[in-house]
């Protein structure tokens, strides 16, 4: 793929094969712990094997030129390192923009512009990251390009700041941070309210990962999202009356129930509920890996969907079709929506010999259903952002 997209490069930018450097920031795909991190707990994603492949050459000018293959149709967009405010017209292009200002923010200023061709093998809209595997790249090219030494995680902060403030998501540390720290054959275990973090082996012997994505696009997921997250801070609020609590991931789902009366409103309290068992799930569910019982790790993802249906509310019925029909299948050890929800993927855990009558199968069901074509990706657990070196 790179030689291919070296030959993309100086086509597009009209340039010779020279000081062309080559970064790659993964995917990610949540395992547990589903709408968490904004809330102080635990989630425990895994890096992908597919992501956001960056090709950069420094220029001697203070322009920068932005190109993407997966949106070729919008051409190079050209922008200036005297103004680098947001731009609808910039489209994608906002994301690494939105990195290059927050890093100036820290006293990182870019000494010149850059030509950059990225191209990503991640489904746009699909709630596997692509903009925050965009972000991640952008960080650690500019961070190798510039000499600025920054640390992975305070990279990983700075993105994550990025689409807070810059592209104006108010999303958790969580996509950003297994991008950037992801580790072969691993998944982290993260504590989104200090940031400490725990690799965890991901050895699924006979099985694989299989995400489904149900090719719906999330158009409810970001003012949704910001609800929930409204709904939650609402219902910490009413907790803090009584308790003394920074965020609803110190609580556990005992303390949770001897105190929800608290809160006033019954949709709060149902948000809160599940963030604090899903929390619960999740540490349980780490434990549950480790000590080598797969199937009981399934159980903890079929139980986190149901919640994240019933008390969170934000499946839908493209996400419970795909789910459901997962769990009627032969070898599937769990199944479970992934991301921000009201769209998006699904990641299931299937035996390696009914892979192909899964994706066959649960395919067909989720068409009759829906009227939709789903796509399935059987992915590996890949490592972290990084320059890649021939």
Known sequence: MAKNLLATFTNIFNEAETSIRTFFAPGRVNLIG????????????CALSIGTTALVRKRSD????????NFADLGIIKVSLDNLSFNQADDWANYPKGVIVTLAQYGYQL?????????????????LSSSASIEVVTAIMLNVLY???????????????????????????????????GKEKHAILLDCDTLDYVYSPLDLDAASLIIANTNKRRGLADSKYNERRG?????????QGELEIRSLGELTPE??????????????????????????RTLEAVKKLQAGDIAGFGQLMNASHISLRDDYEVT??????????????????????TGAGFGGCTISIVNNEHIESFIEKVGAKYAEQTGLKADFYVVQVGDGAKEIVE
């Not at 203070?62 to 293959?69: D, G, K, L, P, W």
């Not at 000494?111 to 709630?127: K, R, T, W």
């Not at 709904?231 to 907790?239: K, P």
């Open 34 to 45: 589903e709408h968490t991190d904004y809330n102080g707990g635990h989630v425990f994603p």
């Open 62 to 69: 203070r322009v920068i030129q932005f190109y993407s293959t």
């Open 111 to 127: 000494d010149a512009g850059f030509d950059v061709l990225y191209e990503g093998e991640i489904p746009n809209g699909a709630g």
């Open 147 to 181: 000499s600025f030494a920054i640390d992975q995680v305070s990279l990983v902060k700075m993105c994550q700041k990025a689409e807070n403030e810059y592209i104006g998501v108010n999303c958790g540390i969580m996509d950003q941070f297994a991008i950037g720290m």
């Open 231 to 239: 709904e939650c801070e609402r219902a910490l609020r009413d907790l």
């Open 255 to 280: 303390e949770f129930d001897s105190h929800a009366h608290l809160i006033k409103q019954d949709v709060d309290r149902m948000r809160a509920k599940h963030a604090v068992y899903e929390n619960a």
């Open 316 to 337: 839908g019925k493209e996400l419970d079709a795909l789910v459901e029909a997962a769990w009627e299948q032969a070898g599937v050890i769990g199944s479970r929506m």
